[in-house]
């Protein structure tokens, strides 16, 4: 089964700087997709990948870039923190096929200070 | 106006009762999936359903999907503190399979 890694559980990080948040899946997986959790708002789309230097904008793509230069890894960049940006940042890929639907990936609890 | 209504938006109950929640929307889908989300964790997909009046198992887990393809359900049965979670129903649109989620279900099974 695939697996889907975020490189930090946890992290705080100060107003202003540069926060790279990293996902990396272990199989061929063509689309990958970033999502932030946040109470009463539920999970929202930020970027989506199809393939290696594809991106497009989600629903909330403001204060966020992405990268994917490798397939199997995925970026989300905040070019400059803000306390709004604080929140838990999910990453999935999508399984085709019988078992359709999103693989995620554990979580990166992100607190902005 | 919200694609996905999820209700109840919480609910507590005790080991061993059985509960039904549910997923509404005004739009026809070609899929829906629901998922379980404990705490701290990503949410890890329970099941997909596709046909109309479909209905699938998965232990004390029965997931409906609507005939109209509008809505579905989820019920436990002889609920278990280990199901607790936040239960969240997704479904995709257009051609680029990105998923839309309900705001989700919040369950908790006192022991």
């Known amino acids: 089964d695939v697996k889907v890694t975020q490189s930090s559980r946890y992290l705080v990080k100060r107003t202003g700087e540069k926060v790279f948040l990293e996902c990396v899946q272990d199989m061929d997986h063509e689309n990958m997709f970033w999502y932030r959790q946040d109470p009463g708002l539920g999970l929202r789309l930020i970027y989506f990948?199809?393939?290696?230097?594809?991106?497009e904008k989600g629903d909330i793509p403001e204060g966020y870039s992405v990268s994917r230069e490798k397939k199997e890894r995925f970026s989300l960049i905040l070019e400059s923190a803000s306390t709004n940006q604080t929140s838990m940042y999910l990453c999935?890929?999508?399984?085709?096929?019988?078992?359709?639907?999103?693989?995620f990936g554990s979580g990166t609890r992100l607190t902005v200070v | 106006t919200q694609l996905l209504e999820q209700s109840p938006q919480f609910l507590s109950i005790q080991e061993g009762e059985n509960l039904t929640v549910y997923c509404n929307s005004s739009s026809v889908f070609s899929s829906l999936q629901w998922y379980r989300q404990e705490p701290g964790e990503g949410p890890v997909l329970l099941v997909t359903?596709?046909?109309?009046?479909e209905v699938k198992k998965l232990k004390r887990l029965t997931f409906q999907f609507g005939d109209a393809r509008k809505d579905s359900s989820l019920h436990i049965t002889a609920a278990q503190p280990g199901d607790t979670g936040l239960y969240l129903c997704?479904?995709?649109?257009?051609?680029?399979?990105?998923?839309?989620f309900g705001k989700g279900t919040l369950l908790t099974v006192n022991p």
């Open positions: 359903v596709v046909t109309g009046g």
């Open positions: 997704a479904v995709s649109g257009g051609s680029n399979y990105k998923l839309t």
């Open positions: 990948s199809y393939d290696v230097k594809m991106k």
């Open positions: 999935a890929i999508l399984k085709l096929g019988e078992s359709y639907g999103y693989t």
